[in-house]
T-cell receptor, first 114, second 113 residues
Framework: AQSVTQLGSHVSVSEGALVLLRCNYS??????LFWYVQYPNQGLQLLLK??????LVKGINGFEAEFKKSETSFHLTKPSAHMSDAAEYFC????????????FGKGTRLHILP | SQTIHQWPATLVQPVGSPLSLECTVE??????LYWYRQAAGRGLQLLFY??????ISSEVPQNLSASRPQDRQFILSSKKLLLSDSGFYLC????????????FGPGTRLTVT
């Protein structure tokens, strides 16, 4: 069965420090991978996605993620955290099927310390 | 460009009252549509999805129902709300084909009192 695991429900980093949010998935078929961000009382916004091709994917707001098939991981990084990055982040995985359902991780809340 | 709308933005309803939340998508045709719920401090729970008009699949048995009367309209309903129905309701769509990412609406905050 396919699943997504996000390590750490809360992560705190200092402003200007590296952001690393971890995501691992399990799948028997090639996955499509996504990261979403959610600010309080708003919908989810797509940060970046991996479908095929280059395994290092760049997204909005300076975030990037690398698909590592051997590690079944898709960790999200940003070199320098900004106060505006404080939000909840969801990793998600999808597969080629007609209903296009996405499996979401449980989310990681990112706190930025001044 | 495509946009997704949800209304109302916030709603306070007493236990036992009916519910109707609406979601519409503009700028696309034949989207797949989804209803999710976020309870306080919890992740996303898929409630219903639809691949076409009148086609509804339920993921979780409960007192909620969904309908898709038009191609780009998705409605979430209940005849009698429970306290446990409180949460943040999100509608999402995907264009299907080779695009698998979902795009989310702004959400509806429902408080059942």
């Amino acid at each position: 069965a396919q699943s997504v695991t996000q390590l750490g429900s809360h992560v705190s980093v200092s402003e200007g420090a590296l952001v690393l949010l971890r995501c691992n998935y399990s799948s028997s078929v090639p996955p499509y991978l996504f990261w979403y961000v959610q600010y309080p009382n708003q919908g989810l916004q797509l940060l970046l996605k991996y479908t095929t091709g280059a395994t290092l994917v760049k997204g909005i707001n300076g975030f990037e993620a690398e698909f590592k098939k051997s590690e079944t991981s898709f960790h999200l990084t940003k070199p320098s955290a900004h106060m505006s990055d404080a939000a909840e982040y969801f990793c998600a995985v999808s597969f080629m099927n007609r209903d296009d359902k996405i499996i979401f991780g449980k989310g990681t809340r990112l706190h930025i310390l001044p | 460009s495509q946009t997704i709308h949800q209304w109302p933005a916030t709603l306070v309803q007493p236990v036992g009252s009916p519910l109707s939340l609406e979601c519409t998508v503009e700028g696309t045709s034949n989207p797949n549509l989804y209803w999710y719920r976020q309870a306080a401090g919890r992740g996303l729970q898929l409630l219903f999805y639809s691949v076409g008009i009148g086609q509804i699949s339920s993921e979780v048995p409960q007192n909620l129902s969904a309908s898709r009367p038009q191609d780009r309209q998705f409605i979430l309903s209940s005849k009698k709300l429970l306290l446990s129905d409180s949460g943040f309701y999100l509608c999402a769509w995907t264009p299907g084909g080779k695009s698998y990412e979902q795009y989310f609406g702004p959400g509806t905050r429902l408080t059942v009192t």
